[in-house]
């Protein structure tokens, strides 16, 4: 299915802008690729082909424009983004909007171009009955003199039919007609606004302008949009029972069980589609036996805790989001904690000469991130909370080699789920730490001055600091069914 946009919001991805004469269209040498070539993918369902058939309509990813028009910030005359339209179009495929890109990055966005797979009496695509102006940059002329204008249309469909983009234009007299089709209602999904890149708002605009990213509003293991397999299967349920614990043995706790073993892991992966089946998302799960303690750091002090943060087993993440035009990494998801964040391609490290993306795990705690270094769990600003560490060490499990995987359920059963995948009880017992009286202990050697600080921080910190109740297992993560955390 194809996203269709909601009135008042532009179907692009897109970021900031500058002066027309200042700032050159964005040059195709500046559009983001991997640092090695993709492998070929073996010939099969189309995947990785470029295409992608959605039974009525086949779409193909276009990322080479021709620029049409910039805007600048009014507020911040370094921020400005462009507006393009695709080029070299398959034949008999027709556009659906425009793009935006921001000018201070690296191009890695697309916009979907479409045609119609056999005739019908609805046809999926038709040219739409007019245009309705919905913005223009009028009324910066005085302020912007020697610039030229930028018009804003929306295609308005026949009855039944969806605009999926808008049009942009140098000129106030409509696009023509041809230029884009709608796409029938039964065809598309909803989106919604998700970030607000730019806006437009000043004293002589009698509209203002705002530009968002979309995403679809459907989103997760059931907002595949196309209907290719069965639903989830159901079955058991969190007793509070747990499956592991800890040895009693303080050499097996120590030699066995707490630090694992690397030669023989591997990870976990669930398949699933995401944007519509415009991209496939692999979620590799990592199975660790034991948390370590934490580490409080408060400004230039570090106080490893004696037993707050331990606890048995932790399931931990992360998801890799791969084109299902290019077959091409597009972005990886972290997950930390009870949180995350995606990061885009463009901004991974790589292992040296590969498409190899490092994913690093914070010391004692699990956490998945980007790049080396320090994160705080708690105020960055006062340098006050719990480490999370990440360093390089021969310490690594190469997840491209040593993987299994043990859930798509959007292929119809093509992959047989592992019978403890159905395991719903936790999977180590539930541990209390008084860590309250051991930070407490910790505060009162404080100066007076750092103690109500550090009370602040301290109370926002994750309640797992303080024990936790064995953890469950990934299908009873909400992003095993949904979309990973925003």
Known sequence: MISEIERGMLGCKCLYWKNLRALPPLKQSETFSLPASIPQWPSGQGFASGRINLGELKVVKI?????????????????????????KLPENFHCLGHYCHSDSHLSSGFVLVARQVHDSSEPALVQ???YTLVWSSNDLSEERQNECNGYFW????PQGYKPIGYLVTTSPEKPELDQVRCVRADLTHKCEAHKLVIAAISDSLSIPLFIWKTRPSDRGMYGKGVSTGS?????????????????RNDQQKTEFLKRGDLES???YVHVKPAFGGTFTDFAFWIFCP??????????????????????????EHFTLRISNFSGELYSIYFSQHSGGEWIEAKDLEFVEGSNKAVVYSSKHGHA???????????????????RNDTARSDLFVDSSLKYEIVAAEYLGGLVVEPSWLGYMREWGPKIVYDSRSEIERLNERLPLRLRCWVDA??????????????????????????DERW
């Not at 349920?237 to 747990?242: G, M, R, S």
């Not at 034991?290 to 399931?315: E, I, R, S, Y």
């Open 265 to 267: 892991s591997k990870l």
């Open 154 to 157: 929306l295609p308005q469909p």
């Open 457 to 482: 921080v301290l109370r926002k910190l994750p309640v797992e600091l303080s024990g936790e109740e064995g953890p469950t297992g990934p299908k009873e993560k909400n992003n095993w069914f949904g």
């Open 128 to 130: 739409p009955l007019d």
């Open 368 to 386: 998945s991130f980007a790049r080396s270094g320090l994160y705080l769990q708690g105020s960055d600003k006062l340098g006050i909370g719990i």
């Open 231 to 247: 639903n989830l299967p159901n079955g058991g349920t969190n007793d509070k029972q747990f499956w592991i614990d800890l040895p």
């Open 63 to 87: 990322t080479t424009f021709e620029f049409i028009w910039r805007y600048r910030s009014l507020r911040d005359s370094k921020k400005s983004v462009s507006f393009y339209k695709p080029e």
């Open 290 to 315: 034991f948390n370590g303690p934490a580490t409080l750091k408060l400004g230039l002090m570090n106080l490893a805790l004696t037993k707050t943060g331990q606890h048995v087993c932790d399931w």
